[in-house]
């Protein structure tokens, strides 16, 4: 399966049929977070990034800062297996660790707390103003309908409160699954501010933390870092203006963002703010620009004012593109599409894109294709962008072209033997038809060709952005 294709099925599980309404605040981060996670199930090792040396640094976004402090964690007389151990290999069979580690009684009972199969127990202990306890578990998931072979989720499973607690006091937190990682990276919540724990193997002796990121208006992404000392691979710190969604850390072989959050409390006083839409119809477009920019400045740690926001595109996605099962809507339904340009402080811009679908029923449902993606800004004026669904008349695409300013377009590769392209099509309405004898996965190979009233060429874009699956640069590579 192409990784196009999961992400289109992770979008659509994703879709919710809502009418316009605030958004969960766990679910700002939660899509980024299991991303990661996903990409981490590749192999990280050796895995480093250079920070870009010529990116303008973004005020507001580079104000990010970590203190450390002397860990609440240390594990008093509880003797440690050492750096080589097996049972440090993975999550699974990691020791406890923790100022709790030792105190068997709570340990005991804070395993019945769990649910699932063979509940380990990875951290207890106070972390500055928390209780916290990590659980990693796993619990079996129904049999499968076709084969009727029984699989197994694994998580890592909170309990959390203020420091001291009881455990009877301690409240559950959102579940999580890990993946395949050598690390954990814990935020009390979804806040920009709070402490910051990494738990890796006891032989990594230093962690780097980067809090923020650089936007230039080429487009790239930068990063700047600081150590964070592990004693028994174990590390805590203090961040100010440190956004979950674009936080990254490097110990030993891990490099991602973070992959538990113990609470979903987050700076909302409660007041509703703009947010995306599914199915409210033409409201969509007016309601959507001021989403994309909350959703951005508070991503990127910004205020709403510092975020200048255009709709670049607003039109609706062609019924051809409306096929059994297909993402954009069943045949019969009308599907809103609206790309917005953001650009940030130092000049860089960044592309949201949002499709509402209002099916014949009124039901109504939403996807964000792309959400937050660094683009050149020197280009992003006339810079096209494409929706696909395969075609009902035979092999390969149909793929709708939406082109501000174009008078016509042609979808090209550098290898037209290998990667046939079409041929050049009128922009019609703000977009343009055209079909491709190619799948999907194979969409990174072709450019877009912008043509004016003349016939002359205006600009040559990727199809899809290069940088689609790892946008804020939170696990480059993968």
Known sequence: MSIET?????????ADDVAPTVEDPWSRVDGAIRTSARRRRAAYAGVTAAVVALAVLVPGLVGGSHRATTPATRTGTV??????????????????????????????????????????ILFAGDVEDSRLVLAFTRTEVPPDTATGEVGTTEHVRVLVG?????????QPGPDQQPGDVDALVVRPDLRADGWLMVLA????????????????????????????????????????????????????????????????????????????CGGCGEAFYATGVEAAREGIAR???????????????????????QVKDGMYGTPGSVARVLVVHARVPGGGVVRSVAVSVTERDGTGSLLQPEDIVPIDAATATGRPWVAWAPDTKGSGLTLQVFAPGAAGIAITSDAPTIFPGSPREPVRNGSALVHLDSDESLLQHYVVVGYDAAGHETGRWPLRPTNLADPLDLGPGH
Not at 6 to 14: I, S, V, Y
Not at 162 to 170: C, I, N, T, Y
């Open 6 to 14: 999961q992400l289109r099925e992770a979008l659509a599980a994703r």
């Open 79 to 120: 003797q440690l297996p050492a750096p080589g151990d097996p049972r440090w290999q993975r999550i699974a069979t990691w020791p406890v660790r923790g100022s709790l580690a030792q105190d068997a009684a709570f340990l005991s009972a804070a395993t019945r707390r769990f649910d699932g199969t063979s509940a380990r």
């Open 162 to 170: 203020p420091r001291g607690s009881a455990l009877d006091k301690l």
């Open 201 to 276: 193997q006891p032989g990594v002796r230093t962690a780097e933390l980067s809090t923020s990121v650089s936007i230039s208006p080429s487009g790239s992404v930068g990063r700047t870092w600081a150590p964070l000392a592990l004693t028994d691979g174990v590390g805590v710190t203090r961040v100010h203006d440190a956004p979950l969604g674009v936080t990254r850390v490097r110990a030993g072989g891990y490099d991602g963002n973070a992959v538990v959050v113990a609470s979903n409390q987050d700076d909302s006083d409660g007041t509703a703010g703009a947010a995306f």
């Open 299 to 321: 991503t990127l740690g910004l205020q709403p004012a510092q975020v200048e926001v255009s709709a670049h595109v607003q039109g609706r996605i062609d019924r051809t593109l």
